[in-house]
């Protein structure tokens, strides 16, 4: 149990093949707790319904909002007292949000409401 009160959760961030999905598949074999990136994980199922990438990704906005409530709904069931690596996380929801015009006070509020402290490196 983590009696510090702090979590051991890991995002790893960065560009398109920077090695993030790699790295968490590496940290997965090796027994730790992984979550996959959730943009990646819902337009895989989407394709596997018959929708094509186009459709999925017609409207960003619609989309980054579907995306940050996957990964709300992710960081909710993760293991408090676990180590934990994310690959994305909802700090990138962030620059997304602005990215698309879109105010990232939605995201903030969360971190706000859920954790007094939070570690950004």
Do not use: H
Not at 28 to 49: N, Q, S
Not at 82 to 104: E, H, M, W
Not at 108 to 116: A, D, E, I, S, V
């Amino acid at each position: 149990m983590n009696k510090s009160n702090k979590l051991n959760w890991y995002v790893l961030t960065g560009g398109p093949s920077s090695g993030k999905t790699t790295l968490i598949k590496e940290l997965k074999k090796l027994g730790y707790i992984v979550f996959l990136e959730a943009a990646r994980v819902f337009i895989d199922k989407e394709i596997a319904k018959g929708k094509i990438l186009k459709e999925i990704r017609n409207n960003e906005t619609e989309f980054q909002k579907k995306i940050l409530k996957i990964k709300i709904k992710t960081e909710k069931i993760a293991p408090k007292n676990k180590i934990v690596f994310f690959d994305r996380a909802i700090p990138d929801s962030i620059a997304y949000y602005q990215t698309c015009g879109l105010n990232p006070k939605e995201v903030l509020k969360f971190y706000k409401k859920k954790f007094t402290e939070r570690y950004f490196f």
